[in-house]
């Protein structure tokens, strides 16, 4: 399937960067061999993604790999990948960390309030329970700390029956982060998807920009 | 009479905050406390343009001019002109229409520029080709205000003669109500545009609430239960397609307006988002505003590329921006109602309810009402409970909810009540009434009342039932009690209070 409105969007980890969002490390490969030595560097296990401008749900799609251990099982995975993405494109090389909740985090260019932010329950359940809050951009301190806690996961969130949650000190950063992103660069979305709890800390593993 | 009692009241839980502020902050200066306050209320409302402050010529003329009065009865500027007049309004009427030397026994003009006196407000009620003339010669007259009642314009895609009539009242920093619209009313100086018949729809007597619609379909309706209800109005203006006035002109008007002390809404768009956000941020400061907002169902991002935008529609947005500005959104216009009965309400901020009802099973519906909106049932203190065993029948527990059981009496009723004032442990009270009961009567409004008016914290009723329960509903609603006919909405009503007094006594002081 290709994406819902057939526009462009950009797998643009940079922009994450400049606005201090922590994100999955990461480099995008143009071959085979490329994706082998970039999977070296960044250390096994790794994930490949495609990182086509028109594939919305990959996993839906087949068009990422996971939990890579060895050099081969990315050579085979990146024929795989490049044949689906088509020519030209190009193949994400991630870090693959195990992550113990995701999360989805984004903005959009409201049409009546301007730029907006937004925070929700990520993984196979997004759409189906819609668990998220939203809030215009820039928000105080109390509306971010109101949007997280306004989750109905919230709970879950905080670390519930012996399992470890979030780290909202660093989700509450991230947020302001997203608010100045979204304020300062004018995009019409931004999707964060998912934003992934990993041993490291919280850090985006995925997303699209829509100019 | 009622009325000055309550104000007494409010003085007196006023004195003694203040003297308790005095005791505890020896060192603070709590004058410069509020004067911060009221710096941001004027921050983030803004200053009024000129334009703005000319709505007191909608609100308050001392002179109206009716442009489109007609003798036949079934015209608009008949029943604009009788409204006016059988309403008791006070100031000068001037009927406007060339081929009439008077209507209704008084003289008429054949345009503004005629009549030697000062028109503080045109109303005009004419086709729509002829309004731009209409206002031309209210301008040349010094008009400072006018209502377009006429449709005919945006709305059926006649822009550019809405543009037109636009550079002209702005040019004049004439304010201009409408088009397309039902225009104002103000019970308490007895203006009344709305060219509907007072005997199909009644208008609301004197008061504090203030509403505005873009609606005037719903600004009818609203205006005809709000009277029905008791709700007693300082304006109500149907705005229409907000040519020069809009929502946030309208609103940051009102947040200065003395007579108005919480603002109702009922709008389907903004025009400006982000100014309506700020100026709402000012008002929220000073007075509660509450909103409905018509199309909340309409998909905003069907054609969306990212999850982010299927998941943050338009409507989930405007509730986000509500919130954030400390605005109380209804979902339909019997929730508006039911928040307009709250606010005149002592203030409160804790979450520890006590429920007194004369039948057990409301009482739980009660508890699982307060559980639902994050509130919680009180626990009474050893000294409350000592009291109320001492006139309570054995059958009764004196636990909360407090079931004081079927044959409770006024005078039990009066008792409990005492105690759960007194109880420091109490926030807020809800009082259950079933006035099916065979003891009960008439007299546990008096009861009721009183408590009302010596309690310094919110008490609201709910009284489920049919004719003979509305009667006593009406009554307790006319000697400001808040009542509610479940206890559901009853609670909803109380958390949108208590969520309001935590937003503009909490705001971080910047």
């Known amino acids: ?211 | 009479m009622k009325k000055n009692t309550h104000r007494q009241k409010n003085k007196i839980v006023h004195t003694t905050k203040a003297k308790a502020g005095a005791d505890i902050s020896n060192t603070q200066n709590q004058y410069s406390v509020s004067g911060k306050y009221s710096d941001i209320f004027s921050r983030h409302l803004g200053p009024m343009r000129q334009q703005v402050k000319n709505l007191h010529y909608v609100f308050n003329p001392s002179s109206v001019a009716i442009v489109g009065a007609s003798k036949n009865p079934s015209k608009i500027g008949h029943a604009i002109l009788k409204n006016f007049m059988q309403g008791g309004y006070e100031g000068k009427l001037y009927p406007i229409n060339p081929s009439e030397k008077e209507i209704l026994n008084l003289a008429c003009y054949p345009k503004i520029s005629d009549i030697p006196h000062k028109v503080d407000c045109a109303i005009i009620a004419v086709p729509a080709e002829f309004v731009y003339e209409v206002l031309q010669d209210a301008i040349k007259a010094k008009v400072p205000s006018s209502i377009i009642i006429t449709g005919g314009f945006s709305e059926i895609g006649n822009k550019n003669e809405e543009l037109r009539i636009k550079k002209l009242a702005d040019d004049a920093q004439m304010a201009l109500i409408g088009p397309n619209c039902m225009g104002v009313l103000n019970p308490i100086k007895k203006v009344d545009s709305i060219f509907l018949p007072i005997y199909k729809l009644t208008r609301p007597q004197a008061g504090s609430i203030s509403f505005i619609s873009q609606s005037g379909a719903i600004g009818g309706c609203i205006v005809d239960l709000a009277s029905s209800f008791g709700l007693k109005m300082a304006k109500f203006v149907s705005y229409g397609n907000a040519l020069c006035i809009n929502e946030t002109d309208l609103v940051q008007y009102l947040a200065h307006d003395e007579q108005t002390k919480s603002i109702l809404a009922y709008v389907e768009g903004v025009s400006d988002g982000r100014k309506f956000m700020s100026v709402l941020s000012g008002v929220s400061m000073k007075k509660p505003f509450a909103v409905l907002k018509a199309g909340k169902t309409k998909a905003g991002s069907q054609a969306a590329l990212s999850h982010t935008a299927s998941l943050s529609g338009s409507s989930k947005v405007f509730s986000a921006a509500m919130r954030q500005c400390g605005a109380i959104e209804a979902d339909g216009l019997d929730d508006l109602f039911d928040f307009a009965k709250i606010f005149d309400m002592p203030i409160f901020f804790g979450s520890r309810v006590a429920v007194l009802t004369n039948g057990g099973g409301n009482g739980v519906l009660a508890a699982d009402a307060l559980e639902q909106y994050g509130l919680s049932l009180a626990q009474f203190s050893p000294a409350t409970l000592r009291s109320l065993k001492t006139f309570l029948p054995k059958t009764s527990q004196a636990k909360n909810p407090l079931d004081i059981i079927g044959d409770a009496t006024a005078e039990r009723y009066e008792k409990s009540l005492d105690a759960l004032i007194e109880d420091e442990g109490v926030d807020a009270i809800v009082v259950i009434v079933l006035l099916q009961t065979a003891s009960l009567d008439s007299s546990i409004v008096n009861v009721l009342t009183r408590a009302h008016y010596k309690s310094q914290k919110p008490i609201i009723v709910v009284s489920t039932g049919g004719d003979y329960t509305r009667m006593h509903q009406k009554m307790l609603e006319d000697y400001g009690l808040p009542t509610y006919s479940s206890p559901s909405t009853a609670i909803r009503a109380l958390d949108a209070a208590r969520k309001y007094n935590l937003y503009c006594h909490t705001r971080r002081i910047e």
Request: glycine share 8%.
């Open chain 1, 1 to 211: 399937m290709d994406s819902k409105s057939g526009a462009e969007s950009l797998m643009d980890f940079a922009l994450l960067e400049k606005y201090n969002i922590p994100v999955v490390p990461y480099r995008f490969a143009t071959s085979q061999s490329q994706a082998m030595l970039f999977s070296r560097a960044l250390g096994f296990p790794v994930a490949l993604k495609v990182a086509s401008t028109k594939i919305l749900h990959k996993s839906e799609q087949h068009a990422l790999a996971l939990n890579l251990r060895d050099e081969s099982a990315v050579a085979s995975e990146y024929s795989r990948l490049s044949a689906l993405g088509g020519k030209d494109c190009k193949i994400l090389v991630q870090k693959f960390l195990p992550s113990s909740f995701e999360l989805i985090a984004g903005g959009r260019m409201d049409a009546q309030f301007g730029p907006t932010i937004m925070i929700g329950l990520g993984g196979i359940y997004t759409e189906i329970m819609q668990d998220v809050s939203i809030r215009v951009a820039p928000p105080s301190d109390s509306d971010i700390r109101s949007m997280i806690s306004g989750l109905k996961a919230f709970p879950a969130l905080r670390g519930a029956r012996g399992q470890s949650g979030v780290d909202l000190t660093a989700l509450v950063k991230i947020l302001r982060a997203l608010s100045n992103l979204m304020v300062h660069e004018h995009l019409s979305e931004l999707d964060i998807n998912p934003l992934l709890q990993t041993k490291d800390g919280l850090l985006a593993a995925d997303v699209r920009v829509l100019r």
